[in-house]
């Protein structure tokens, strides 16, 4: 049949709008499957964990964690966070643990645990979305761009570098990341996972088959759903959880669960005033011994010096090394500068030894053994302070307090400095308010910093290169390597 020109126009317009309609249809459908995501993994009752372990947390501190955490089957002594550094509760399954916030709550655990199972199943089953297998034979970086979806890697991962999750920029929306590792999962040292605006921490899940590793200085987002440890290295941040069916280390981390706000910080107690070791005669001396003096020069002293009973042949400093008095009891010791002076050191000696008595017999410190005896990186307020076998100050710690605020430090074993580590003063804080009381030898270590009076009952070791702002009284021997002590101003 021939169409006349109009009824062909009429036809062909006919059939265009049909193809338009088609079109518009499928461009429907399209958007309807991408929008259409993943569904957030059900964590219940482990949502409301920062930090959940079957097998215990260890912890070199300081760490601040927002949100709770918890530790089952096993106790809460294998949970070895303190309660200041956890914004939220700290549930045991009895009584041990952090003391005095821990909070015994074994049904909750067990159900949070079984929880935390369960998510990893459901993560671990969900079906990736095509293309997502093995991306970049299990090395990722480089800013790459990761939509929403699930990925799987069925061997190792490692996050080289820095990686993108890419979202929708409404923050409205809900888009969901699983990633899925059968092997283990590592994060090379100051790494970051970064996303787009939009993007939710809370709708961020990582599945791993093996051990995880986040690098120092990392910056780790989403919740870890591990089947074994996870260890989180010195200064990693996680904005997210650490869910693991073994065991989680920290070392110095800040992790906020995404659920979890910050809560205000109630104003800080009226501390109780303690009174300063009162140290008599010993006070005026810089160095006082009473078996001697071993000095690899130049050593710098600011203060008086003494030694007794032994003589001033055991003091081996010399007069331009000494701004103050050197003080022996008989005709010995550096010429032409020393002072015979035996009724003074006397005196000088036994006030040494009340104030170690005054010092070790303060009692009820506000932290026992604190870091298990190795400590670095606190911040460590006006207070008593009690460690029942060695202390080691294995990098800097910072004292902050006012200038009248006092400290005491009772050590019973040996104390040590690390070489470089430093004591810091802050807030006001004087070395003449600080005192260590030390049953056993000292050691401060090379080019360390130390701040304060140290009571000796035995040796006190002053490396190459250490200075000292505060007092060395020794009941037995000091030996000095190119030092500086430099005896405090008392304030009036």
Request: net charge neutral.
């Amino acid at each position: 049949m021939k169409l006349t020109p109009i009824l062909a126009m009429l036809v062909i317009g006919l059939l265009s709008s049909c193809e338009a309609e088609t079109e518009s249809e499928e461009n429907l459908v399209a958007n309807s499957l991408i929008n259409i995501g993943a569904a957030p993994v059900n964590l219940g009752a482990a949502k409301g964990f920062a930090i959940l372990s079957k097998s215990g947390i260890t912890n070199v501190p300081p760490s601040a964690i927002i949100g709770n955490v918890g530790t089952s089957p096993i106790t809460g002594a294998a949970l070895l966070l303190t309660c200041p550094e956890v914004d939220g509760s700290i549930y045991t399954v009895a009584a041990a643990g952090p003391l005095p916030c821990r909070e015994p709550n074994a049904p909750l655990l067990t159900t949070a645990v079984l929880d935390m199972q369960a998510a990893y199943t459901d993560a671990a089953g969900r079906t990736t979305t095509p293309g997502n297998t093995n991306i970049g034979a299990g090395v990722i970086g480089g800013n790459q761009q990761f939509p929403p979806g699930v990925y799987k890697w069925t061997g190792t991962l490692v996050v080289a570098s820095d990686i993108i999750l890419v979202g929708d920029n409404d923050a409205s929306t809900n888009d969901v990341w699983i990633f899925q590792v059968a092997g283990t999962f590592n994060m090379s040292s100051a790494a970051r996972i970064k996303k787009t605006p939009g993007v939710k921490n809370k709708n961020i899940f990582w599945q791993v088959g093996g051990a995880v590793t986040l690098g120092t200085t990392s910056k780790f987002k989403g919740t870890l759903l591990g089947a074994t440890s996870i260890a989180v290295q010195t200064g990693a941040d996680v904005k997210g959880r650490l869910l693991a069916q073994t065991a989680v280390t920290l070392q110095m981390n800040t992790v906020k669960n995404p659920s979890a706000s910050a809560s205000t910080p109630p104003a800080p107690p009226t501390p109780a005033v303690m009174a300063p070791v009162e140290l008599g005669l010993a006070g005026d001396f810089a160095i006082l011994s009473k078996s001697g003096i071993t000095n690899v020069p130049p050593s710098y002293v600011t203060g008086n010096v003494g030694t007794s009973p032994i003589t001033g042949a055991a003091l081996l400093l010399t007069c331009n090394e000494v701004d103050g008095s050197i003080f022996t009891v008989a005709a010995a010791g550096p010429l032409p500068c020393r002072e015979i002076d035996a009724p003074l050191l006397t005196s000088s000696v036994l006030a040494m030894q009340a104030a170690y008595t005054d010092a070790a017999g303060r009692s009820n410190p506000k932290e026992l053994n604190l870091g298990a005896g190795v400590i670095g990186g606190n911040l460590l307020t006006p207070g008593l302070y009690k460690w029942t076998s060695t202390l080691v100050i294995a990098s800097d710690i910072t004292l902050i307090g006012n200038s009248t605020d006092v400290w005491i430090f009772q050590v019973a074993g040996t104390f040590n400095m690390s070489s470089a580590a430093g004591i810091h003063l802050a807030g006001g804080a004087k070395a003449e308010n600080i005192f260590w009381q030390v049953s056993g030898a000292v050691t401060l270590g090379t080019t360390s910093h130390f701040e304060g009076t140290l009571l000796g009952a035995t040796s006190i070791a002053v490396q190459t290169n250490a200075s000292v702002n505060g007092r060395l009284l020794a009941q037995t021997a000091v030996t000095l390597q190119k030092n500086t002590v430099t005896r405090p101003v008392l304030s009036i």
